[in-house]
């Protein structure tokens, strides 16, 4: 089987490592494919490749530049449906959310398509007698991406287009478990005029996060994934001196208040806990009904439609969702869901002995409902990353907002109520860094910008939208003077030839 190898200069390349890793089915747990590991010679080979690219691209006018977002869009939108096949076979989520997930990376593009008006600087003419004052955004560099599995399309496509339009060059190291589609989106970025060197993916494990985080030439890291290894590369990235943003792991609240519509609040739930098999950072996990009568009647309304739920593998049209990615995640969801009934929570409906035919070594798990979670509990404190939800039953609204404050994660949250002044004050005053009213994954379209607080996000910016801009440029201020000949005399008050 050959393996995937890496792709620089617009071009696929193997690279010198022997080393490869296994790419699984997760529907049927087969070895699929193999994906080199690329060595450090290797990674810095890239790097080298990035940087000798960097003077020309970062040179070229913002709107050239834009011009290859352009072609790139719409070569996305053309191969979208090639592109979400290939995406399923690796991840196991159904084709409609593949193809979802590629039309919210489109809009990160079509964003970076402004990029000559958002790179527009500031101008202040006259700050002193013949001195005008302006301020420029220049690239930051080589950047490097560093991404998850659950999102191997959308989530890098938050990172390069942004940072190629800023006039850098990038390096992506992906998901190993998933790397498929993001070398055929190599593939139609090249093809979309991007100059050699200029995008590049190396695939790789650990010993290829290390070099990137240690290669001096690599000015700014991205990466998206859990927050032990986020707190590790944001550590490690700004010790060498980088500039780094870590988007991390997330244990996402949903408030029901009493006056909510109970059956929008229930598909509310059951998409956004269990679609894409609860792989997803803003998947809402917890449920926080507001009183007992409330609680009882969402208990009732999410068990029937729980029970229905559809799961199977991508390739049945009537799929809601697929496996979790692999065996390590399996294990892990199991051992949370043990560990739930071991310490009192009430397992309503137990996913686990879910059987498909001709899928019994695929990584299959039913939804699953607890009910009195307690915020002890480890299946409240810790993300599962699986189709698991979990409902805390609050006494009142205080006990639901002060719940969410205390939480060590930062992602999302949002509450369901038809009460504005509940709806504002829940907004205002949570520690969250993205608030649903009446939404359930309150994820922020492509021109505002996504990230959490807390230990949800390491770094100062959050990514994509202006935020995406400000992280992959640096800011430059000149003040000049002309005509250049007048003659102002040394000057000692610090002023600028103000009068104080
Ligand atoms: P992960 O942290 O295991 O892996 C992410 C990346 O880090 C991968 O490229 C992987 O190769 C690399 N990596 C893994 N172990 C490493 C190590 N020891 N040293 C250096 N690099 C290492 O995450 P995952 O399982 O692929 O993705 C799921 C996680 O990502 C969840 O926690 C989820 O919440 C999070 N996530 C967060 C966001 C967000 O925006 N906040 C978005 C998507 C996913």
Not at 36 to 63: E, F, M, N, R, Y
Not at 142 to 170: Q, R, S
Not at 436 to 453: E, K, L, Q, T
Request: net charge negative; hydrophobic share 40%; with cysteine.
């Amino acid at each position: 089987m050959h393996p995937i190898g890496h792709f620089m200069s617009n071009q696929p390349w193997s690279g010198t490592s022997d080393r490869t890793g296994e790419i699984r089915n997760p529907a049927t747990g087969a070895v699929t494919g193999r994906v080199s590991l690329a060595s450090k010679a290797d990674v810095d080979a890239i790097v080298d490749t990035a940087a000798a690219a960097l003077p020309g691209w970062a040179a070229t006018p913002p709107a050239r530049r834009a011009t290859v977002m352009f072609e790139f869009r719409d070569l996305l939108k053309t191969h979208t449906d090639e592109l979400a096949e290939l995406l399923s076979a690796e991840h196991g989520k159904t084709l409609p959310d593949a193809r979802g997930e590629i039309a919210r990376g489109i809009e990160v593009v079509e964003f970076a398509c402004g990029i000559p008006q958002l790179l527009k600087g500031e101008y202040s003419e006259a700050v002193a007698q013949n001195v005008d004052s302006f301020s420029v955004r220049q690239p930051v560099g080589v950047v490097a991406g560093i991404t998850p599995f659950n999102f191997p399309a959308m989530v890098p496509l938050w990172m390069y287009p942004v940072a190629i339009a800023c006039g850098n060059t990038f390096v992506l190291k992906p998901s190993e478990k998933d790397p498929g589609v993001v070398m055929r989106i190599a593939e139609l970025l090249a093809q979309a005029g991007v100059p050699d060197g200029v995008f590049n993916v190396v695939n790789g494990d650990k010993e290829a996060v290390d070099t990137l985080l240690d290669n001096p030439r690599i000015e700014a890291v991205s990466f998206v994934g859990s927050t032990p290894i986020g707190h590790y590369i944001y550590s490690r990235g700004t010790a060498n001196g980088k500039r780094v943003q870590a988007l991390c792991g997330a244990k996402n609240h949903m408030v029901i208040m009493p006056d909510a519509d109970m059956d929008q609040v229930a598909d509310a739930l059951i998409g956004s806990a269990y679609g894409s098999a609860g792989e997803r950072c803003m998947a809402v996990s917890v449920a926080v009904p507001v009183g007992e009568q409330t609680a009882d009647r969402l208990v009732g309304a999410l068990e029937p439609r729980i029970r229905a739920l559809k799961i199977a593998p991508y390739t049945d049209p009537g799929s809601e969702l697929g496996p979790v990615i692999s065996k390590q995640s399996y294990d892990k969801i199991h051992n949370l869901i043990a560990d739930g009934i071991d310490q009192g929570a009430n397992l309503v409906v137990d996913g686990r002995e879910i059987a498909l035919q001709g899928y019994e070594e695929g990584y299959f798990i039913g939804g699953c409902l607890f009910d009195n979670v307690t915020t002890d509990m480890s299946i409240y404190r810790e993300e599962i990353f699986g189709p698991v939800l979990s409902v805390v039953r609050a006494a009142d609204y205080e006990t639901a907002v002060g719940m969410i404050n205390d939480h060590e994660y930062g992602n999302g949250t949002a509450i369901f109520t038809r009460d504005g002044d509940a709806a504002r004050d829940f907004w205002a005053r949570v520690r969250i860094g993205m608030v649903g009213v009446n939404v359930p994954i309150p994820v922020p379209v492509a021109y505002h910008s996504f990230g959490g607080w807390k230990r949800s996000l390491f770094g100062d910016h959050h990514i994509h939208g202006m935020e995406g801009v400000r992280f992959y440029t640096r800011l430059k201020t000149m003040t000049t003077r002309w005509p250049s000949g007048i003659r102002t005399g040394a000057e000692f008050n610090f002023t600028g030839g103000k009068d104080v």
